[in-house]
């Protein structure tokens, strides 16, 4: 286990190879594992009707929290519920959305969302007082991938301590049904020199790469997909394509590709399924970021070898 401080030596920029390149790689897992609890759960559950098409969420935000950001590394975080990134909203087009703020820390923060909403619920003016909390509402609009972040100054500094996370907002008429993940793309510069040590999918550098998350062959897959660091990330599946839609705001996608690239606070809904069983990757296409903690694996294994695994639990 190494601390901040090493971490941070060991990415200088006068002491090359970095933390990802020099210490982290994939062909040995061992040196690297998560707590299995500590590990960001992509899976959503399918969509359901809101009660009286009203869509109540609570956050509840803390300061310097441990967040295991790599195995072994821990950064104190700024968390929502606890969470980085912080836990996925799902609401349907049209519903009242209630998001109510808890701010337990000792700064002032605030939520700003994506979407069509009056200025009174924008999240700049609307900040919260440490110990205060604040609702808000607003319809939701349009359907889509919409990152929600605090937008309480400086901005840069309360996002990039954690305080981010996406908002779904479905179709009213839905999606396809299939499997769904949610994958928040960032990084974290633990030493603050301006460059990143760690890349993360859903904030931890190499979880999935620990952690495979297991695929059916034949399986269709939606996977949404928010870039919240402020540089290019591009989404790409290892023996794979996928039917992309931008932002998530069309019905229709727009390309059939293998990589994306997503700017700052860009999203996109992306849909694939795989032919032949075995270890996939999903990376980066941004080769540091990649050797930085921005990869993981899919385990696409034959249905009826799920069912017997199943079977012996
Ligand atoms: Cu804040």
């Given amino acids: 286990m190494i601390s901040v401080e090493q971490a941070a030596r060991a990415n200088g920029h006068h002491h090359p190879p970095t933390l990802g390149s020099g210490l982290y790689q994939y062909e040995h897992p061992g040196r690297r594992r998560f707590d299995p609890q500590q590990v960001f759960n992509p899976e959503l ?39 980085l990134p912080g836990p996925v909203l799902r609401a349907t087009e049209g519903d009242t959305i209630r998001v109510t703020l808890v701010n337990k820390g000792r700064l002032p923060h605030s939520i ?22 604040f609702t808000y509402e607003f319809t939701a609009a ?15 500094q309360h996002i990039h301590n954690g305080l981010y996370g996406m908002l779904i907002i479905d179709p009213k008429q839905g999606r ?14 633990l030493d603050r020199d301006g460059e990143a040590d760690f890349y993360a999918w859903n904030g ?3 979880q999935y790469a620990d952690h495979p998350v297991t695929l059916t062959r034949g399986e269709l897959v939606r996977m949404y997909v928010l870039n919240m660091f402020e540089e290019r990330m591009v989404p790409h599946l290892h023996g ?6 931008p932002s998530g705001t069309s019905l229709q996608p727009a390309e059939y590709t293998d990589v994306k690239t997503l700017n700052i606070a860009e999203r996109a809904v992306l849909e694939f399924q795989y032919d032949f069983p075995g270890f996939y990757m999903f990376q980066c296409h941004v080769s540091e970021h990649m050797e930085q ?13 799920l069912v017997a695994q199943k079977e012996r639990r």
């Fill in 112 to 133: 700003h969302f994506h979407g069509i909403h009056p200025a009174k619920m924008d999240g700049v003016f609307e900040i919260v007082a440490p110990g205060a909390q």
């Fill in 293 to 305: 903690g921005l990869m993981g694996w899919f385990n696409v294994v034959e249905p009826k070898a």
């Fill in 176 to 189: 396809k049904p299939m499997r769904e993940l949610a994958m928040v793309m960032s990084a974290f510069d």
């Fill in 204 to 206: 931890r550098a190499f």
């Fill in 142 to 156: 349009p359907f889509g991938i919409m990152p929600y972040h605090c937008h309480t100054m400086p901005t840069s």
């Fill in 45 to 83: 559950p399918p969509p359901t009707p809101a009660p009286n098409g009203i869509r109540e969420f609570t956050l509840v935000l803390e300061e310097d929290q441990m967040h295991e950001v790599a195995p072994g590394v821990k950064m104190p975080a700024w968390t929502f519920n606890g969470s």
């Fill in 240 to 245: 794979n394509m996928y039917q992309l839609y």
